[in-house]
């Protein structure tokens, strides 16, 4: 028999009789110590299985927040397309107003008399007169296709005459629900182009409008524009 000296003639023992292993394991450790491979192998199926219920979970919630996502993409759309619609409901309404008052408004904000409409966008109801002078001016390069179109496209053209000379005056009418720099610009080029089509007469840009801007109206004014402001679209 082997005679155990060291730590090491120990070692050497063990090697060879790894079955005595266990029992040295029972005399050294405590039962609770002995325990633990087993019930950690128990918490490492507990926790696989809460792991596997976590990720479901996740997965799921994933699921969900796509949906979520999905969802409020399409509310973002309907209330695009629900503002896009009362903008252009709310600009029907306002063109309407202009397309009845227009008359008595340019006599009010321009001192005009005898007023006639020359004009209104997608209206039937224009002056062949004023129709045969933008063909012409069309037809002799006067006015280029873009500003041919620029006209056609303004809400509302007005002709006068002032009071005080009796001299002809047309008025170009923007109809916008809030002024932007755009309509500043169209309605002042209609006014320019208008004078072409007829040298011997002036023409004033009006923007006619709902919501107020201190700025853009500022701008407006210094470009020459009248201002009438309304408060309702009825």
Request: charge should be negative; include cysteine.
């Amino acid at each position: 028999m082997t005679t155990i000296n060291s730590i090491y003639d120990l070692h050497k023992i063990l090697v060879e009789h790894p079955e005595w292993r266990e029992e040295l394991r029972k005399l050294l450790l405590t039962e609770e110590l002995l325990a633990l491979p087993q019930r950690f192998a128990e918490y490492t199926k507990v926790t696989d299985k809460r792991l596997d219920r976590i990720e479901n979970d996740i997965v799921e919630i994933k699921s969900d927040v796509s949906v979520l996502k999905s969802d409020v993409n399409t509310l973002k759309s309907d209330v695009k397309t629900l503002k896009d619609d009362m903008g252009e409901l709310k600009g029907v309404s306002l063109e309407n107003k202009l397309h009845n008052r227009g008359i008595a408004l340019t006599a009010t904000h321009l001192q005009m008399y005898d007023g006639e409409r020359m004009r209104a966008a997608e209206r039937d109801d224009n002056s062949a007169e004023f129709n045969s002078a933008m063909y012409a001016a069309l037809s002799d390069g006067t006015i280029s296709n873009s500003e041919y179109t620029r006209l056609i496209d303004t809400d509302m053209i007005v002709r006068g005459r002032r009071v005080g000379d009796d001299s002809p005056v047309y008025a170009a009418i923007e109809a916008t629900y809030s002024i932007s720099r755009r309509d500043i610009d169209k309605v002042c080029n209609s006014a320019n182009l208008i004078r072409r089509l007829f040298p011997d007469s002036d023409a004033h840009p009006l923007l006619y409008y709902i919501t107020p801007n201190a700025s853009l109206e500022r701008e407006a004014a210094e470009r020459g524009v009248t201002l009438m402001m309304t408060q309702t679209l009825a």
